[in-house]
């Protein structure tokens, strides 16, 4: 089957733009999480999605924000783009949520210039 | 969220040496993870812990759920040039989020 399907896989944005990070998830999952991977930080938890709610939040600054449609993709977005928002952005996906069942996507490598 | 400090941050290790690494918390975790994660990949999980004392195996890797809740090893056997890559261990405490530790780069000496 398919895996977690992540795009675009490279992105360089200027400061104070925004930008948009897509997850296809495996067919049949209903949750999708997202991660920060930085260097020396590990992975931060961003927020996680079941069928188009938000469940849980990380802590994070309100200008990233997630969706999720009825096909069970999502997308995140970051607005007023930082420098310390280069990351690498992980989304992993579930059938219901349990990081027992987590399958991660390669991630998306944001440059913040 | 929880700090979970992971040690050591980066280690070479000779093929076919045992090695090891941990991660210690401030806080109670109920479930402790383990992942592996290759370059240009997201993390693959390798172990989960589920209960405090639990030793579990996965083939030449063995993990253990401290007594105290609070920490747990792994350890590598045998290592390969495939080992190389970062080991994240991570915690789990409730509503399906993970708290991570930094992680461990392992690099392999040839």
């Known amino acids: 089957k398919a895996g977690v399907t992540q795009t675009p896989r490279y992105l360089i944005k200027t400061r104070g733009q925004q930008v948009t990070l897509s997850c296809s998830p495996i067919?049949?999952?209903?949750?999708v999480s997202w991660y920060q991977q930085t260097p020396g930080q590990g992975l931060q938890f961003l927020f996680e999605y079941f069928s188009e709610t938000q469940r849980n939040k990380g802590n994070f600054p309100g200008r990233f924000s997630g969706r999720q449609f009825s096909n069970s993709r999502s997308e995140m977005n970051v607005s007023t783009l930082e420098l310390g928002d280069s990351a690498l952005y992980l989304c992993?996906?579930?059938?219901?949520?349990?990081?027992?069942?987590?399958?991660f996507g390669s991630g998306t490598r944001l440059t913040v210039v | 969220g929880q700090q979970l400090n992971q040690s050591p941050q980066s280690m070479f290790i000779q093929e076919g040496e045992d090695v090891s690494m941990n991660c210690t918390s401030s806080s109670i975790f109920n479930t402790w993870l383990w992942y592996k994660q290759d370059p240009g990949e997201g993390p693959v999980l390798l172990i989960a812990?589920?209960?405090?004392?639990e030793l579990t195996s996965n083939g030449r890797l063995t993990a253990q759920f401290g007594i105290t809740r609070k920490d747990s090893f792994l350890n590598i056997s045998a290592s390969i040039p495939s080992d190389v890559g970062i080991y994240f261990c991570a915690g789990l405490v409730r509503d399906y989020k993970l708290s991570f530790g930094a992680g461990t780069t392992v690099t392999v000496r040839a």
């Open positions: 992993a996906s579930s059938l219901e949520g349990s990081p027992y069942g987590y399958t």
């Open positions: 812990l589920y209960k405090a004392g």
């Open positions: 067919s049949g999952h209903r949750s």
